[in-house]
């Protein structure tokens, strides 16, 4: 559905790059659970813009909660985010020419020519701001009832971060981190080839990865609304995401079936896989084991190189040289964005199953 | 939804291995198609297990169309295809201990012990036949509209056929394959692979790769129904897939932007990229360009080592070895699942972007 | 959504009055409900034709239900039933001239003549063989979880049936009724009005009124899921329903708001309101009290005489005269589809409510 | 679902009485539709209370678009209006004793007590004002495609007002009248027994009617998305609606089908029915008259005389009085509403037969 998500737990947003709000409408959480606004402040600090690696327009990123909270809890009906637009600089854009790589050209094949072409409008990752607000919200429901979520970034510029190894705690260490990687090491190393590209007006892509822990079994449909296709689902909403794979992914490939099985053992009466190579999903149903999936986010489209574009009205050839303000690499601020959209994926499966008093306050 | 895919073209799916009967029930395709039998029975034909690198259970996939069809042509009603199930060897299976790599499991969590476990019942990969005859009709009805789809096996055990080249022409001749390849003398290698696994009493996996060609730009959502989203979503329902990606997908992890970046020319007044690197699809929307996607197949399952599982009853830890009929791969099969469900996304697409006389009699 | 309703228990149709088969498919009822064939059969003895008060086509209505179904019981799949089409007569029907009070002209309008036009096809009421068949499993799930739901003629011709007063005993009662009502001294009346416009090539119409009980308070959404929302738009979908009022309906619009405010007192630590004038429903969410509501059936729009009409082709104006086998009146055999998808629709709202194991096994 | 109605077009509510603001965000309407604010105010106008027949409590109602508008056209991107709360007095409001035929009650069984009751909350009729504001933009679309909506008071306490006659001009009348009647002589009556209700803190109901002209013939579905069915949806979701009927609705219970049945003639080419008895629909789908219907609006609840009621907190019976500002009659107020979400509902179920572009810009 067009701008919204979701079946029973739904989100809406509305927005444009240089608009005067964007926003969220948050729907079907369960009554009761407690908002914490500073969390969701912590969560937007983390899709902000940072130093030398990111784009020079920071947002304040001021939110109001207009409705759906009353006495620092939910209702249960719909609550209501909105994030002012401050800091836009509409002359770095104009319309006739397509941005390679960004959604002007099918936004004009699509809307017509209607479009508030400003910033990428209505398509701009700016809009994510919003789903991390409205995300924010949904981690804590779940947090509140032992799911935990968190993602890293695996692989960049053909650097790799380690694996998850104690997975409480690598979620709960990557929650604070405004650079997730789980091997610290990796950071200068990964930031060095952010600024090598930018001082090349250039940009890179990397791999993100996610794992959820404390999700119950039996969580999915067998056709049509896996986990697996409700998640990309969610997954491939987000600008930039181009992949998506689950347990071993592209890698079962090349696997043989005796290898990419997981067996099953009871331990203390609880049945687990010995393995996970599937991601804690069989048959598009959750197993009880950690779900594991990895997100392939492409180089910034934003470049400061001369590239090719076409003249809308004249449908002539011609040159195009980006200016303003722009990422040499977004997929430390996608981090958020992706765990936001997957608490909201997740609470909409949660409450399908078990009903709208879950997640529980 | 469950069982069910499709806002304004959907399909609904019922049955299970060893049932009675399975099928699908289609709506919301435009009235006056033209149903080729024909064509339902050869893509059927390549679905149906295949020599020695395939099962022995073959049914005869009698289809029945009951309703929706009149004088030969779709009447705009719901149209459904019934398929009975023959060929089924229940005792081969037993309820006690769930097989690594299998919805068993999951299955009971869900069901609570209620599902119908015989051969893996609605979650079985049987069900895509009913799945492949409504698709064979959408794959028509797109073709009538100048929409072209194909799917060939870009990857097994290390294997690699070539890239698409001449779309229309690869395109024509995939259709005819019941072993998808483009390179013809890849075919005998990755047989003999797949014959390796099998005499191990082991299985393969393997990658796919889809084109699509002559979809008009402008079709998708910015946020939540874009190209990705919607398409992934009906991938991963397909048994066995684990991973989804768009034009160079995960390799653009190790791309620079300016790599990336597919530049804009005009070619006699179309407006065309120079490359493809974002498989047809720009912030979520068609560009009008080949939409390109590939999807990892996990090895089948079902394999004939022995594994480990739980008895579900006593919760105590057991051995299983399979016996019976199964794949020891199920990627050639999977193709035409994967054309079909294509087709019925893109139907729906089409029909929510241009009124529900798309496609056009 | 076209032919399918629900969010998490769905029902979805299919057939044509004159196609080979007829059938629904039930979607997302809960695991382990037992089913009653016997029942089902009752159910579908109800919607069929009653000596002469109905119309002379009568169908074995010899069901099938070839999936979703395992050792007696659901299984939580989908469960297909399918209703083979037997007795009919095609050479009644003709294209040319749409019957007045008829879908004929609009379904033109619609398909642009593709559509099956023999007995109105898709829009006959013989679809409602499939959907009282899954109607009745749905019954059967709210019975079991206490829920009692049962309709009877409120008015035929003038004539009046009394009021609901015991609502477990006339519930009871009602269920094995072929001729709905509860003052047993009005049915010879009702019928005597129906033999007389069918003696004069005429039909009648009446109104249906029906009572829900047992229903827990707080189910439905305050706006746009309202309970009346989803009822209505339920039973909308019922050929001739034409109004559908809830409480006293059109009847408070000659109140005043002290009398049409229903009070509330606290019976054993339960909470009542002392009148029904809003038939269970406040806001649009149930308050414990039996749902009431009376739907509008207008006249059977075969009838014998004289029509005025159009020749499709020609578009120059016609004289219409039916023959073949029609209803003098179909109140009483509405009624059991009023009753099913009531049942399906409610169904629906508590597992959207509770969760997906509701109704209970 | 919850708080978003429409599959194409959708309008999604959030707000509380109370609360900060309260708004709606419109999705899918076409591109390049020009955005009138004053009409927007004009309808708001039209919803506001009205002198001695109104509540005191008046809302500036100053609206901000904050997305999905471009230049003063609708970008085809979603549209959020918002309405901030200024002029509330929550002292008026307490929560332990539920009010009669309000949502109080079904609130607390619903939201678990976290619900905001200040003035009845999201249940709130406030909340109306956010939907008047999105279907403004409807109208405005719908008008622009030669689609008019109008809606009269057909009875009032029992005066009644005339039936519709030159459908063109009574609709372009209406669009002007606070209080909107055809007969002008009937205007001081009907005010004078609202009047005499709010004298004796009582409240008075009434009978909208609604015609729809300019609709195309071959809109809606025939089972489940029937016009009757998603217009009856979005009705019922308006706060007093408890009853709606079509055409001649629950009279054609007292009529013969010779009488019910509206015959074909071609006039000029064009095929039209010579009476419309069932009001421009024929088997859910529009025929191409008029789309005619009626809404029963039950009394304002709120009246100022004393009332049972039970104390939530100890369960024990409690008698209440309402202080406070309330309308002794809602109907004239409820009128824009009733245009708006009919609007809203047709512009989804057209751009769902002829895409996205509709309607046109």
Redo the contacts between chains.
């Keep these: 559905?067009?701008?919204?998500?979701g079946?029973?737990v739904?989100v809406?947003?509305?927005?444009?790059s240089h608009?005067?709000?964007?926003?969220a409408?948050l729907?079907?959480l369960a009554?009761?659970l407690r908002i914490d606004e500073d969390f969701i402040r912590h969560q937007l600090s983390l899709r902000r813009p940072q130093g030398k690696i990111s784009t020079a327009r920071v947002e304040a990123d001021e939110f109001?909660i207009?409705?759906?909270v009353?006495e620092g809890?939910?209702?249960?009906?719909?609550?209501?985010i909105?994030i002012p637009n401050t800091n836009t600089r509409s002359k770095d854009y104009t319309k006739g020419l397509?941005r390679?790589?960004?959604?002007d050209?099918?936004?004009q094949?699509?809307?017509?020519g209607?479009?508030?072409y400003r910033g990428?409008?209505?398509?701009s990752g700016r809009?994510t701001a919003a789903l991390v607000a409205a995300g924010a919200i949904a981690i804590s429901a779940l947090r509140q009832n032992g799911i935990l979520i968190g993602t890293h970034i695996s692989?960049?510029?053909?650097i790799c971060d380690r694996h998850f190894g104690d997975y409480e705690a690598d979620l709960e260490m990557l929650g604070d981190l405004a650079f997730p990687v789980l091997n610290p090491a990796i950071e200068a190393l990964m930031k060095k080839e952010i600024e090598q590209?930018a001082s090349e007006g250039?940009?890179?892509?990397?791999?993100l990865e996610t794992a959820v822990i404390g999700l119950?079994?039996?969580?999915?449909?067998?056709?049509?609304?896996?986990v697996?296709?409700?998640l990309?689902?969610?997954l491939?909403?987000i600008?930039a995401?181009?992949?998506?794979?689950?347990?071993?992914?592209?890698?079962?490939?090349?696997?043989?079936?005796?290898?990419?099985?997981?067996?099953?053992?009871?331990i203390g009466?609880k049945?687990v896989?010995?393995t996970n190579?599937?991601?804690g999903?069989?048959?598009?149903?959750?197993?009880?084991m950690p779900v594991i999936f990895?997100c392939?986010?492409?180089?910034?489209?934003?470049?400061f190189?001369e590239?090719?574009?076409?003249d809308?009205d004249t449908?002539?050839?011609a040159t195009l040289k980006l200016e303003g303000r722009h990422d040499p690499a977004i997929i430390h601020r996608a981090r958020v964005v992706v765990d936001s959209i997957t608490a909201l994926a997740l609470c909409d499966l949660l409450a399908?199953?078990?009903?709208?008093?879950?997640p529980d306050?």
Tied chains: 1, 2, 3, 4.
């Design positions: 559905m067009k701008n919204t998500f079946q029973s739904a809406t947003l509305f927005g444009e608009g005067e709000e964007i926003g409408v729907d079907g009554p009761g109001r207009v409705s759906g009353f809890r939910t209702t249960g009906t719909p609550l209501c909105l397509p390679p790589g960004h959604a050209y099918t936004a094949c699509k809307y017509h209607f479009q508030d990428g409008g209505h398509f809009i692989r960049l510029a053909s590209a250039d940009s890179v892509g990397g791999v119950p079994a039996g969580v999915g449909e067998p056709w049509f609304d896996t697996e296709s409700v990309s689902h969610a491939f909403s600008p995401i181009k992949g998506v794979e689950f347990g071993d992914g592209f890698a079962l490939a090349d696997l043989r079936g005796s290898e990419a099985n997981d067996g099953f053992r009871s009466g049945i896989t010995t190579h599937n991601g999903i069989n048959g598009g149903i959750t197993n009880g990895r392939a986010v492409k180089p910034t489209p934003s470049i190189q590239q090719e574009s076409v809308l449908k002539e050839n399908l199953r078990f009903g709208t008093d879950f306050a």
